[in-house]
Nanobody, 115 residues
Framework: QVQLVESGGGLVQPGGSLRLSCAASGNTFSIYAMDWFRQAPGKQRELVATISSSGSTNYADSVKGRFTISRDNAKNTVYLQMNSLKPEDTAVYYC?????????WGQGTQVTVSS
């Protein structure tokens, strides 16, 4: 079983930055891909960014050039650096991983971009 705990959300003005963190339990963190998803009110949950076990990354078109996903395997933590934030980035952000065919989710952290 995997436990994921997100942190770092908050209220930020348009154009601002936030860094989200997701701490994972267990000693096999480094071998699994990690994802960040987000869900805005009334919308479906969408994939924002992915990082593989080797560090390869992929991003949704809506965040390319503004968000950066990274991982620190020594700390069992994945990060999402979010720059140039826009009101449409407002959502609850979740980290996710799949282990043994089971999807694991954190509790989510709220990001609100507003002036």
């Amino acid at each position: 079983q995997v436990q994921l705990v997100e942190s770092g959300g908050g209220l930020v003005q348009p154009g601002g930055s936030l860094r989200l963190s997701c701490a994972a339990s267990g000693n096999t963190f480094s071998i699994y891909a990690m994802d960040w998803f987000r869900q805005a009110p009334g919308k479906q949950r969408e994939l924002v960014a992915t990082i593989s076990s080797s560090g390869s990354t992929n991003y949704a078109d809506s965040v390319k050039g503004r968000f950066t996903i990274s991982r620190d395997n020594a700390k069992n933590t994945v990060y999402l650096q979010m720059n140039s934030l826009k009101p449409e980035d407002t959502a609850v952000y979740y980290c996710n991983t799949k282990k043994g065919g089971i999807n694991y989710w954190g509790q989510g952290t709220q990001v609100t971009v507003s002036s």
